[in-house]
């Protein structure tokens, strides 16, 4: 059975720019989470899609979005990127809404510069 | 303010003596804590939860321990083994919330042979 898969693994990119992450979950799970582990800090929820539909947001500002599709897979949207952006953006998945058990994708590494 | 805080953000054990890492937690609401493993360049993976009705999980190696009184929980590995070397992270989210987990920082463990 696949993982969650992540691309691209690695990406630079300006700032000002705009980047767009993908992620496709384990089959059969519904759910997609993603978080920012920025240098020296812990994971930080961004967004939680099931069935297609955001169901929360972590403290992140709007430039922060995405979207989830019919087959569950997802995209997370960073407009007018800054240097704080500079992070490793994972993807979970899990079987609907769970308590944390999920299973995490390896990540995209983002540097803005 | 950090919810979820994992104090020592490194660790270094001798092959076959055991691993303790902490964390300690703010949120009351909290009542499900899981453990996860990091290595470089993947995601993370869940490795053992706990719920707050126990005060003790075990699988294999590796323990769980909550005090709930102390709102402190900590991961016994033992023995420890050099392939435990890693990241650990903390988290904890609440039943009655968004389920959504909140992480600590991590601690680092090396083991060595």
């Known amino acids: 059975e696949a993982g969650v898969t992540q691309s691209p693994t690695h990406l630079i990119k300006t700032r000002g720019q705009q980047v767009t992450l993908r992620c496709s979950p384990i089959s059969g799970h519904t759910s997609v989470y993603w978080y920012q582990q920025a240098l020296g800090l812990g994971l930080q929820f961004l967004l939680w899609y099931d069935e297609g539909e955001e169901r929360n947001r972590g403290n992140f500002p709007p430039r922060f979005s995405g979207r989830q599709f019919p087959n569950y897979s997802s995209e997370l949207n960073v407009n007018a990127l800054e240097l704080e952006d500079s992070a490793l953006y994972l993807c979970?998945?899990?079987?609907?809404?769970?308590?944390?058990?999920?299973?995490f994708g390896s990540g995209t590494r983002l540097t803005v510069v | 303010d950090q919810q979820v805080k994992q104090n020592s953000p490194s660790l270094s054990v001798q092959e076959g003596r055991i691993s303790i890492l902490n964390c300690d937690y703010t949120?009351?609401?909290?009542?499900?804590f899981l453990w996860y493993k990091k290595y470089p360049a993947e995601g993370p993976t869940f490795l053992i939860s706990i719920s707050s009705i126990k005060d003790k999980n075990e699988d294999g190696r590796f323990t769980v321990f909550l005090n709930k009184s102390a709102k402190h929980l900590s991961l016994h590995i033992v023995p420890s083994q050099p392939g435990d070397s890693a990241v650990y992270f903390c988290?904890?989210?609440?039943?009655?919330?968004?389920?959504?987990?909140?992480f600590g920082r991590g601690t680092s463990l090396i083991v060595h042979p």
């Open positions: 949120n009351s609401m909290f009542d499900y």
């Open positions: 988290a904890a989210s609440a039943s009655g919330g968004s389920y959504i987990p909140t």
């Open positions: 979970a998945s899990s079987l609907g809404r769970g308590l944390g058990g999920y299973t």
